[in-house]
């Protein structure tokens, strides 16, 4: 696009608000559309690429999304194919929408338009505006933003996407979760399971080895997490002692989800919108693997290191599965 194209303007609601030349936009700081569009590999991986040092915001720095300022009257979704064809010479890839993002600085103002595509097939950048690139695996995501130099309207648009649990994005937070706490990681993968024996090979572990992950309610304002090991079940006498309370119950999946941002199935005691104090059961030991924050994630952890990043209630709390259970 160049200096002199006319852009699409918008309001604080980012609707078309008129229109300006990029030049002006950018010298005046006017509030525009754009998109930014995530590249996905099928096994989840991301594609992260360098602006060239010729852009006119935020040269040289890194991305993890392809896109770019709408021209006037031009619809967001036409732009994101545009784009992905000019920057990292994608074509026919089908968009799924994920929603929009607002970001303002003292350089840009900006209303986004966020796709993702999942892409398997050659990456060229045709137009010089892409210098560098390579896949990583969202786990490597959160270190790069964090060193940068990185695109700042793409580093919040990913922080909202976890903090909202779209798609798989909210292990981006967990991840974020573990790193701030200090705890040694690593990340397992595998697709959808059926039941926790499948998930404990799926990860390589014994099924006593993958920690369940369960919120309880003590009122409606004070939860804890639980982590039992996947052969052994809450023991609500011994629970209710350790905690000091007369009644627990568990919340709904939709109340679960509200208060720690991950779905049931992926809980982690990292990342929670809401921090909230861990049971551990006494009879967990050694390597342990945890939710991750999305399905099929899983994050591999040694219990002692758990302890010392989250300083846990550690106590007998659990019982050897019922039949039939």
Same mark, same amino acid.
């Given at each position: 696009?160049? /200096?002199?194209?006319?852009?699409?303007?918008?309001d604080?609601?980012g609707?078309p608000? =008129?229109?300006?030349?990029?030049s002006?936009?950018?010298a005046?700081n006017?509030?525009?559309?754009?998109?930014?569009?995530?590249?996905?590999?099928?096994?989840?991986a991301?594609?992260?690429?360098q602006?060239?040092r010729?852009?006119d915001?935020?040269p !040289?720095?890194?991305?993890?999304?392809?896109?770019?300022?709408?021209?006037a009257?031009e619809? +967001?979704?036409?732009?994101?194919?545009?784009?992905?064809?000019?920057?990292l =010479?994608?074509a026919g /890839?089908?968009?799924?929408?994920?929603?929009?993002? %607002?970001?303002?600085?003292g350089?840009?103002?900006l209303?986004?338009?966020?796709?993702?595509?999942v892409?398997?097939?050659?990456?060229r950048?045709?137009?010089?505006e892409?210098?560098?690139?390579r896949w990583?695996?969202?786990?490597?995501?959160g270190?790069?933003v964090? @060193? =940068?130099?990185?695109v700042?309207?793409? %580093?919040?648009?990913?922080e909202?996407?976890a903090?909202?649990?779209a798609g798989?994005?909210?292990q981006?937070?967990?991840?974020?979760?573990?790193r701030? %706490?200090?705890? #040694?990681f @690593?990340?397992t993968?595998?697709g959808?399971?059926?039941s926790?024996?499948?998930?404990?090979?799926?990860?390589?572990v014994?099924?006593?080895?993958?920690?369940?992950?369960?919120?309880?309610?003590l009122?409606?304002?004070d939860?804890r997490?639980?982590l039992?090991?996947?052969?052994?079940?809450?023991?609500? #006498?011994?629970l209710?002692?350790?905690l000091?309370?007369?009644?627990?119950?568990?919340p709904s %999946?939709?109340?679960?989800r509200?208060?720690?941002?991950?779905?049931?199935?992926?809980?982690?005691?990292f990342?929670?919108?809401?921090?909230?104090?861990?049971?551990?059961?006494?009879?967990?030991?050694?390597?342990?693997?945890? !939710?991750?924050?999305?399905? =099929?994630?899983?994050?591999t952890?040694?219990?002692?290191?758990?302890?010392?990043?989250?300083? +846990?209630?550690?106590?007998?709390?659990?019982? #050897?599965?019922?039949?039939g259970?």
């Amino acid at each position: 696009m160049s /200096a002199e194209e006319s852009v699409q303007l918008v309001d604080e609601a980012g609707q078309p608000a =008129g229109s300006a030349p990029r030049s002006v936009m950018r010298a005046d700081n006017l509030p525009h559309a754009g998109t930014g569009v995530f590249v996905r590999r099928p096994d989840g991986a991301i594609y992260v690429h360098q602006r060239a040092r010729t852009k006119d915001w935020a040269p !040289g720095h890194w991305d993890a999304a392809a896109g770019g300022v709408l021209r006037a009257g031009e619809d +967001p979704a036409d732009n994101a194919r545009r784009e992905l064809a000019e920057e990292l =010479g994608i074509a026919g /890839a089908e968009l799924r929408g994920l929603g929009t993002h %607002a970001y303002a600085d003292g350089t840009t103002r900006l209303f986004e338009h966020l796709f993702e595509v999942v892409w398997d097939g050659e990456i060229r950048w045709p137009d010089e505006e892409v210098v560098d690139g390579r896949w990583v695996l969202p786990e490597e995501l959160g270190p790069l933003v964090e @060193t =940068g130099p990185f695109v700042p309207d793409t %580093a919040a648009a990913l922080e909202q996407l976890a903090a909202e649990g779209a798609g798989d994005y909210a292990q981006l937070r967990a991840f974020a979760g573990a790193r701030r %706490a200090g705890l #040694p990681f @690593t990340v397992t993968r595998h697709g959808r399971v059926r039941s926790l024996e499948e998930a404990a090979a799926a990860r390589g572990v014994e099924p006593r080895q993958l920690l369940k992950t369960m919120v309880v309610r003590l009122s409606a304002d004070d939860h804890r997490l639980v982590l039992v090991p996947g052969d052994r079940e809450i023991a609500w #006498p011994r629970l209710r002692s350790a905690l000091g309370v007369n009644r627990l119950t568990m919340p709904s %999946a939709d109340a679960a989800r509200e208060v720690t941002g991950f779905v049931r199935g992926t809980i982690t005691p990292f990342g929670t919108r809401t921090p909230l104090p861990v049971v551990l059961d006494a009879s967990v030991s050694g390597p342990i693997s945890l !939710g991750g924050g999305a399905h =099929g994630v899983g994050l591999t952890v040694e219990r002692d290191d758990l302890v010392a990043a989250l300083d +846990p209630l550690v106590v007998d709390v659990a019982e #050897p599965v019922s039949p039939g259970s």
